[in-house]
């Protein structure tokens, strides 16, 4: 008899989310994004083009101004 | 009247493809919709089955005005004019924009204008409520380009609704995989769909029509409903 190993998933409830919006969504904002700074930066690392824009960029912090 | 104008961040990123799939997509939503070219390649025609002896179009006409008999009606029932064979100035095309507004239609309509990649949306009189699809592929050359719009974009007194919006996705390349990882996370104006690499965009051209009516069950099909739905969103977010 085979054994399935069974996935177990989490739902959050409403009071998950607050908390989670409290801590990393700030006052106004509704959503929480999850980014890997860290593997972002290794592929940017990766090609030599995209480290060069990267560079340049944070000198005008344009993630900071436009989003 | 709901305006969006699409343009390539640089030439062959398949602009007039989204244009034309994209006006069939918002039809079937049963929205109106009239299309324009803008760009003197004159090609979109050809996607809503216009005769390739077909050539005239707005600009060998003096004015908008006279060149009403140019509107033609394709098969789903969308309204397009195509550019035609003449030259346009800036100003032209700007008074084409204008006169397009004042088309006695539904004040709900679309109006998608097909811009050629090397026009300075600058020199077009854009308002806060226009939506601007700048339309990338997923390569190098326009993660540089996206960064030096952004750059533009900041210092530019004019407000319109930009966003980045990537066509021809290919999910089995490392690189564009990348890309999208990056440009997901990082990227600000990033439009939150995108269109996937489907052989039905090109098939369905070489058939005289869009993916929307070749393949109702292919990718292609998926990813310009999605985007119809996404702009119907964001132009009601702002009435």
């Excluded at chain 2, 969006?4 to 990123?13: A, E, R, S």
């Excluded at chain 2, 965009?201 to 292919?218: H, L, Q």
């Amino acid at each position: 008899m085979n054994e399935f190993s069974v996935k177990k998933s989490n739902i959050l409830t409403q009071y998950d989310i607050d908390n989670l919006l409290s801590r990393f969504g700030g006052k106004t904002s509704s959503y929480i994004e999850i980014v890997d700074v860290q593997k972002n930066n290794q592929i940017i690392e990766k090609y030599p083009l995209l480290s060069d824009v990267s560079r340049s960029c944070e000198m005008f912090d344009i993630n900071m101004n436009t989003k | 009247m709901k305006k969006v104008f699409l343009k390539g961040i640089k030439g062959g990123t398949g602009t007039t493809s989204i244009v034309a799939n994209l006006a069939c997509a918002l039809r079937k939503s049963d929205e109106d919709v009239i299309a324009i070219d803008l760009d003197p390649k004159s090609d979109l025609g050809l996607h809503f089955g216009l005769s390739w002896e077909h050539t005239s179009g707005w600009s060998n006409y003096l004015s908008f005005e006279s060149a009403l008999d140019e509107f033609h009606i394709d098969d789903d029932g969308v309204i397009f004019l195509p550019f035609g064979t003449l030259s346009a100035s800036t100003q032209r095309t700007q008074k084409t924009i204008e006169s397009a507004q004042q088309l006695q239609v539904n004040d709900n309509a679309w109006l998608l204008f097909d811009c050629p990649a090397h026009q300075d949306l600058q020199d077009y009189d854009l308002s806060s409520h226009d939506i601007v699809l700048e339309v990338i592929n997923c390569d190098a050359i326009c993660h540089s380009l996206i960064y030096r719009r952004l750059l533009q974009l900041n210092q530019s007194s004019k407000k319109w609704q930009h966003y980045f919006l990537i066509n021809n996705y290919n999910s089995a390349s490392e690189l564009e995989s990348d890309l999208l990882q990056i440009w997901q996370s990082e990227t600000p104006l990033l439009a939150p769909v995108h269109i996937n690499k489907d052989e039905v965009i090109k098939e369905s051209t070489a058939f005289r029509n869009v993916a929307v009516n070749c393949a109702p069950y292919s990718v292609a099909y998926d990813d310009f409903e999605t985007l119809a739905s996404w702009l119907v969103t964001r132009a009601a977010d702002n009435d």
